[in-house]
């Protein structure tokens, strides 16, 4: 006898389906498949039940190692036939430029270790990145068009079961002979159970006209008592085999597992037919009792993925208000921008600990994230560049000093050639700094040329040794009266007596030439010495007369205008730090010695000019 088959009494279970298509377009994309829900009471008739949908596939995730694995990865799925999901592609992704990422940032650390500039790096072209893209490129273009055609097989599997349900009504019209047609009722039953999958949006309604159609047969058919006993008994032992399997699912510790097969229950205990009336509320809650376990956990696991990804998504955020928030306007010199750079590199690493964030924003967090990085890194590499050209430009014009020079180191106009030479010194001043990998190399140059004129100079005027000798006394004598002055015990005006010393020691004549430097700088060390006490000394009247001026008031003002100067104070004081950081000249040459000497000599005296500043507004603070 054969079994009838009357698709009622289905439980209703949400699931949802992996989209026909999607755009990978951006580095990290996740599918989030929204949690099922359960049906929380029976149907109120066998006409009331909705066809259950497909589940979304889980694909496991991979960890690669390597960029190659990933190709080699995309190209299986390229090549083959093989379905694969939405997941799946954007854990390729996502491993992909993470490696791509750890490498780069590998290359260039060696490249900074092995002593190369950062503002002369360029990483090397990454073919597997070019692959990788084409491949993907490829593979969204086959799912495209496997998705078209699952649509039109859905469309002509409607239209298929259009006809099976014509024909259904065809039998049920002619009650004469419904008995006669009960097994081609039973084919046509196959065959719908054959065909799959319909367009979503067409399933319920399909379905509710079938069971319509099926239970109109069920209705005018006049079987035997012992036909429909022997049908409701072998349903009943199905579908009591299918509760016992809903329950074990219980046991099942992966809940996507667990509720896939729970779905694939649900359409066998669709396509089982009807048991006895007195026994069909109980089969069936025994049923939705097991389903709603399942249901509950599948929940409860979608709501704390959906919960983490959204703490996720406010992390991520926060990372692209902070690049977004630098103020780019304020970096002024490589340590600005390098100092700079390692906040994002941090702020990158920091991201790419952060997991998922919702579906329907990860690709546009990661768009606003990628969009904050570029505009950073590329405004560095725009001043970088810019700071080359200049570097490069000054390089051409001290190469053109460097020839004037060497054309003139065997002339023997002397006074001529003098002037051109400290004429060209002041110009190589003036001009700044080169790339570093020509500055030792040009300076010596232009060095070795002005060194060897003026030791030929110095051989032919040897009798002017006598005269350089006598100055050299004259000079000693002054920076031995400056030597004995104690200033705490100095009567009268310390900062004119320096003067009148200064103006005494520029107008006595040359000294021999392997005296000068050791003899300024004795100068130097007493000038620095007692004007160091004077300005100190001065400062602290000042701040005494400053502390005496507010108590009138109008400390708004005042504090306005001191803290501009100290603005102005701390942006000469970098100015000098970067230039001292860009002067490259040779330690070994004497006058690059002086040059350094004189900038720290200023930078100090801007540094004591600004604590003055700060400990006005200090006074202005106890005030």
Not at 9 to 36: F, H, K, L
Not at 473 to 500: C, H, N, Q, Y
């Amino acid at each position: 006898m054969t079994e009838i088959q009357n698709p009622t009494e289905e439980p209703v279970v949400e699931s949802t389906a992996e989209p026909a298509t999607e755009s990978v377009a951006a580095e990290e994309t996740t599918a989030v498949a929204a949690p099922a829900t359960e049906e929380t009471a029976e149907p109120a008739s066998e006409d009331a039940v909705e066809e259950p949908q497909a589940e979304t596939s889980t694909t496991s995730i991979v960890a690669y190692e390597t960029e190659t694995e990933v190709v080699n990865r995309l190209k299986e799925i390229a090549e083959s036939d093989e379905e694969v999901t939405r997941q799946e592609l954007d854990s390729l992704k996502s491993n992909f430029y993470r490696i791509h990422r750890a490498e780069a940032d590998a290359a260039y650390k060696k490249f900074i270790e092995e002593g190369g500039a950062a503002e002369e790096y360029a990483p090397e072209p990454d073919p597997e990145e070019t692959a990788f893209k084409e491949l993907m490129a490829a593979i969204r273009e086959k799912r495209a068009a496997a998705a078209a055609a699952l649509e039109q097989e859905r469309e002509e599997n409607y239209q298929k079961k259009l006809e099976i349900i014509d024909k259904i009504k065809a039998l049920t019209e002619n009650p004469d002979e419904i008995n006669r047609g009960y097994n081609d009722f039973k084919e046509l039953q196959q065959q719908w159970n054959d065909i799959k999958e319909v367009p979503a949006d067409k399933a319920t309604t399909l379905w509710k006209t079938y069971q319509q159609a099926v239970e109109a047969f069920y209705d005018t058919l006049k079987l035997s008592n012992e036909l429909r006993a022997y049908d409701f008994k072998k349903n009943l032992e199905r579908k009591t085999a299918l509760c016992e399997a809903a329950e074990k699912l219980s046991e099942e510790t992966d809940i996507i597992v667990a509720f896939r097969k729970l779905q694939q229950l649900h359409q066998d205990f669709r396509e089982t037919g009807p048991v006895a009336s007195d026994l069909r509320e109980e089969i069936w809650n025994r049923f939705k009792d097991a389903s709603t376990v399942i249901n509950k956990r599948h929940q409860e696991f979608f709501e704390a993925r959906k919960q983490k990804e959204e703490e996720n998504l406010a992390k991520k955020t926060a990372i692209c208000e902070t690049i977004e928030g630098f103020n780019l306007e304020e970096l002024k010199t490589f340590a600005d921008w390098n100092a700079m750079s390692e906040k994002v590199t941090a702020l990158q690493a920091e991201w790419r600990t952060i997991g998922y964030a919702p579906q329907k924003m990860n690709t546009k967090i990661f768009e606003r994230f990628r969009a904050a990085c570029d505009h950073f890194f590329t405004s560095k590499n725009a001043y970088f560049q810019t700071v080359r050209d200049t570097l490069n430009q000054n390089y051409a014009l001290k190469l053109e000093l460097v020839e004037q020079a060497e054309a003139l180191k065997e002339s023997t106009d002397w006074k001529a050639t003098t002037d051109t030479l400290v004429d060209l010194q002041k110009k190589w001043k003036e001009i700044g700094s080169v790339p570093k990998k020509y500055s030792d190399q040009i300076w010596e140059r232009f060095n070795t040329a002005c060194d060897a004129f003026f030791a030929a100079k110095k051989e032919a005027n040897k009798g002017a040794n006598e005269e350089q000798h006598a100055n050299l006394e004259k000079k000693r004598a002054i920076i031995d009266t400056l030597a004995a002055i104690v200033p705490e015990e100095f009567e009268g005006d310390l900062r004119s007596k320096l003067r009148e010393a200064q103006e005494e020691w520029n107008q006595i004549g040359h000294v021999p030439f392997k005296e000068k430097d050791k003899l300024y700088k004795l100068l130097r060390e007493q000038m620095d010495r007692l004007y160091g006490y004077a300005n100190e000394h001065a400062a602290k009247r000042r701040i005494d007369r400053f502390k005496e001026s507010i108590k009138g008031g109008n400390g708004g003002d005042v504090r306005s205008r001191l803290t501009r100067q100290l603005d102005i104070l701390n942006n000469e004081i970098k100015t000098y730090e970067n230039n001292l950081g860009f002067l490259t000249l040779s330690s070994k040459s004497k006058q690059g010695n002086s040059l350094i000497e004189e900038l720290n000599r200023k930078m100090e005296k801007l540094k004591a000019d600004k604590e003055e500043v700060k400990a006005k507004l200090k006074a202005l603070d106890e005030q």
